[in-house]
Nanobody, 122 residues
Framework: QVQLVESGGGLVQAGGSLRLSCAAS????????MGWYRQAPGKQRELVAL???????NYADSVKDRFTISRDNAKNTVYLQMNSLKPEDTAVYYC????????????????WGQGTQVTVSS
């Protein structure tokens, strides 16, 4: 079984910074993509940033130039550096791993972390 464990959420004032971390553990052969989604109260879960195994990164327009995703493939870990935070960034942030194989010829699965709260005060 594969687990994603997030850390780094919290309360910060507008304009501040936070860094989220997510480590995947368990029997892992390969991971295609790792990234972050968020869900604010009353809203649908949305993509924040995604990093693929080919070093391609995708960002939501609302976080471009403020957030940076990075990945340590050797540690199966993904980070999200969030700068210039705004109150509208307040949400539960979920780590996501896609195309996870537990062995070379196994099927690909997707996993989610438990979520970490990020609250930005004005």
């Amino acid at each position: 079984q594969v687990q994603l464990v997030e850390s780094g959420g919290g309360l910060v004032q507008a304009g501040g910074s936070l860094r989220l971390s997510c480590a995947a553990s368990g029997t892992i052969f390969s991971i295609n993509a790792m990234g972050w989604y968020r869900q604010a109260p009353g809203k649908q879960r949305e993509l924040v940033a995604l990093s693929t195994s080919g070093d391609t990164t995708n960002y939501a327009d609302s976080v471009k130039d403020r957030f940076t995703i990075s990945r340590d493939n050797a540690k199966n870990t993904v980070y999200l550096q969030m700068n210039s935070l705004k109150p509208e960034d307040t949400a539960v942030y979920y780590c996501n791993a896609q195309g996870v194989k537990t062995w070379r010829h196994g099927r690909e699965n997707m996993y989610w972390g438990q979520g970490t709260q990020v609250t930005v005060s004005s």
